[in-house]
C-alpha cells in the first residue's frame, strides 16, 4: 500500500502541533486513562527531561544548497519507511479509542511507517498484522519467567510475518507510578489483553491486591464457576525463586529479575530465529559493548518513557555514549521525548539511526482514532522535512553533529 502524500492535505485547523494534539486528547480521555498514559515514575523528573534534553541543542543550518529534492526515507526492517521514525510500541491502546491498536496499524500503513506492537495490546497480534498491510512489524517482548508463555507469544509472531521481537530489558522490577496505585488503575471489563486471554480460564481476573492492569471478565461467561488462582507477582522466599501465578498481567509478570546477558540473550535468539532480536533499555556503553558481544540485532536507547527509574538518563543524554560504544556495528534507534520533527533531527545527528514515537500516537488515537494517528504522523513527517530543507541537508544519511550546537550551563551554545 503506497503512503499517503503529505503537503497536499487539508490541515486540521483545531491541532497544528504535537502540543495541540496533546491538549485536545487530554479533553476525550478519562482520568484513568489520562493518568495511565501520561503518568512517569515518582516525581517525573526523567519523564520531563526526555523532553528537555532536546531543548539543550540547536540546529545549525546550512544555506545556499540545492535542496529542490528531498529524500526522508530509509531502509529498517526491510522497508524502505516514509521518514526515519516508527511508532513504537505502547500497552492497551483500546483505552483510548474503541479500534486501539488496529486504528493504529491502518495509519501506520497509510503513512509507510513500521510500527511496534506491544505484548500487552487490546488486540491480538495477528489482527494487528493484517490491519498492517505490507508495512513491516515489531513485537516488544516481555520474557517471562515462566518461558511458555513466551514461547507461545513467539511462536505465533514468526507464523504471522513480524520481523523481530524488542525484548524490554529495563523492568527487572515495576517502577512506582503514583497515579496507577491511586487510582486503583484496572483494565476495564470491556476490554482484554488479547493475546493471553488463554491464561485467564486459569486464573482469577480481579486481583485487588495489586494495582494491575487486569485481563477483562470476557473469559469468565462461562455458567461453570470453577476456583481460579489469583494474579500474583514471583518472588524469592530466601532460598528459592517463587514464579507468578495466575493470569499474565503486566504487574505480576512483565518484571523478570532472572534475566541475564548471558542466559536470555542466546536462548532467546535461538528461540526467535528467523526474527531479529533486539534489546530494548539500553542507556549505557557498557550495555551496549554487551549487546554487541552478546550478538543482539540492534539496540533501542530507552529509559521506558521515564516510568521506570526517576532520575535515570533522559534517552537523548544517553544516545552518544551508546553509539560510540557501538561503533555501527549494530543499528541503534532511540524514544523517548520526541514532539517534533525538529527533536528527530537532533536524535539522528547525534547518531541514531532511527527513532520511536510512543505518547503523541497515543494523544492522536484519543483524538480520532486512525485519522488522528495520520495527523500525529503527518504532523512529525511534515516538520521533519521542513527541517532537513532548512538546515540544508537533502539526504537522512548526511545529517551529523556537524548541524548541531549545545547550550552550556550559562545558556551559549558551543560546537559539538
Known sequence: MA???TGQEPHDLNCLTISELSALARERMDKQTRD???EGADSGSTLAENESAYRRYRIRPRVLRDISQIDTSVTV???RNTVPLGVAPAAMQGLAHPDGELAT???CA????????SSFATRTLEDVREASGDIPNVLQLYLFEEKEHSIKLIERAKKAGYKAVLLTVDTPMIGRRNLEIRNQFKLPAHLKIANFTESAEEAVVDDSSSSSSSLSSQSQQSTTKKPRRPSKAGYSDGTKRVLPTGAITFHTHAANPTLSWETSIPWLKEVAAPMQVWVKGVATAEDALLAVHHGVDGIVVSN???RQLNGALATLDALPEVV?????????HVDGGIRHGTDVFKALALGADFVWVGRPVLWGLAYKGQEGVELCLRLLMDEFKLCMGLAGVTRVQDISKEFLAKVDRDGFPSRL
Open 304 to 306: 521506558h518513557g521515564g
Open 36 to 38: 495511565y498514559y501520561n
Open 324 to 332: 560510540a560504544a557501538v561503533q555501527r556495528k549494530i543499528p541503534v
Open 3 to 5: 503512503p499517503k502524500q
Open 110 to 117: 497509510a503513512k509507510g511507517i513500521v510500527m511496534g506492537l
Open 105 to 107: 496499524a491502518r495509519a
Open 77 to 79: 526492517f526491510g522497508h
